[in-house]
């Protein structure tokens, strides 16, 4: 689709400097773009590039001065940067608007899929299954038995969704997430082999919610395994049967929670993180990433480090730094060791 300078500044509501029906069909970054682009122009640091910039419109900031000709057109806006994010997000809402049904796929007879649904080829609707409206499912996405979907639900290619689990309004999975298999329960046995524990839970997912590609979260054993409202997870997580997820939680890639544990609202989880089953981690927190987590976090909107972890961001963080010293210290350590022994000869 292509959009005139006019169009773009109604949309944001700022101000046309320049050719007020320059058009453009894609978005770039301003030192990269060429001719029917659209860019912007936020951070200082780039300003070097609005002056060679093959872009045709570039979004500045109402008080920006250049200090050179321009050949692009400019749209002026109170804030650059937000304006260039809400274009990003019509964009990617224009590109991913796809309708109908494709061919071949199975709707079970007994599904009920919501209007104006985009179901992709070779997709599974399974018996039972409910959808809200304008959900898009894209090819391979595999919905389980009585599975309950609100509206505006988007499962990216390859996802799949077990039987009787619960996802809410405005979610989004990416592909290759895996929601409700199994949770890892094996129970021993005296001859040193393991028995299954089945798990008969389900998976609870909140409304404004997003999980990255590649995402596991298990089955409850009894009961749910819960992601609350507005919780974004990313890549790669391990999300353990029975774990609850605060709402507006933040948990970055290679993460993992082992089972039962319980993260409150507004936390912020490091990459790499791993915690330890049956505790509880308090709101506000957040933990630096690679840390270890292993006995509960009981005081709320602090910051924590380690391995295991412990109060203090910045003792962690000195504590590294000095760790990088000790080869050097332990050289001097040496050399001081054999000055000692020369001064005990000395004094014999």
């Known amino acids: ?29 301003i030192e990269e773009a060429s001719a029917g682009s ?48 809400v274009l990003l997000e019509k964009y990617n809402t224009i590109k991913l608007n796809k309708t109908g049904v494709e061919q071949p796929n199975f709707i079970h007879p007994s599904a009920q899929v919501g209007e104006n649904s985009y179901i992709g080829a070779f997709a599974y609707i399974g018996p039972g299954v409910k959808t809200g409206n304008n959900c898009k499912f894209y090819p391979h996405t595999y919905i389980g038995d009585n599975v309950t979907l609100g509206d505006n639900v988007t499962l990216f290619p390859g996802v799949i969704v077990y039987f009787d689990c619960v996802i809410g309004s405005n979610v989004t999975i990416h ?6 298999s199994d949770g890892f329960g094996f129970a021993p046995k005296p001859d ?83 915690m330890v089953g049956h505790i509880n981690i308090a709101k506000g927190s957040q933990i630096m990433a690679k840390s270890g987590i292993n006995k509960n976090i009981t005081e709320e909107n602090k910051k924590w480090g380690g391995i295991p972890f412990f109060s203090g961001y910045l003792e962690n963080m000195r504590m590294e730094v000095a760790a990088s010293h000790l080869p050097a210290l332990e050289k001097k350590i040496l050399e001081l060791e054999k000055v000692v022994a020369e001064l005990k000869k000395e004094v014999q």
């Open 1 to 29: 689709m292509q959009f005139t300078a006019q169009e773009i500044s109604f949309m944001l509501n700022g101000t046309v400097e320049g050719d007020a029906f320059a058009t453009v069909s894609q978005l770039a970054k």
């Open 38 to 85: 659209l860019s912007f122009l936020a951070n200082p640091k780039y300003e070097q590039y609005l002056y060679s910039t093959n872009a045709s419109i570039v979004i500045v900031n109402k008080d920006f001065v250049p200090a050179e000709p321009i050949k692009a057109t400019l749209i002026r806006v109170d804030n650059a940067y937000s304006a260039f994010s």
């Open 175 to 180: 592909s290759g997430a895996i929601i409700g």
């Open 192 to 274: 040193g082999t393991y028995s299954k524990i089945s798990q008969i839970g389900n998976v609870i997912i909140g409304d404004d919610v997003e999980i990255g590609s590649n995402t596991t979260i298990d089955r409850a054993t009894m009961g749910s395994t819960i992601i609350h409202k507005g919780a974004k997870l990313d890549n790669l997580l391990q999300i353990a049967h029975n774990v609850e997820i605060g709402a507006n939680t933040v948990i970055a890639a290679q993460t993992g929670i082992s089972g039962s544990t319980k993260v409150g609202d507004n936390c912020v989880i490091g990459g790499q993180v791993g």
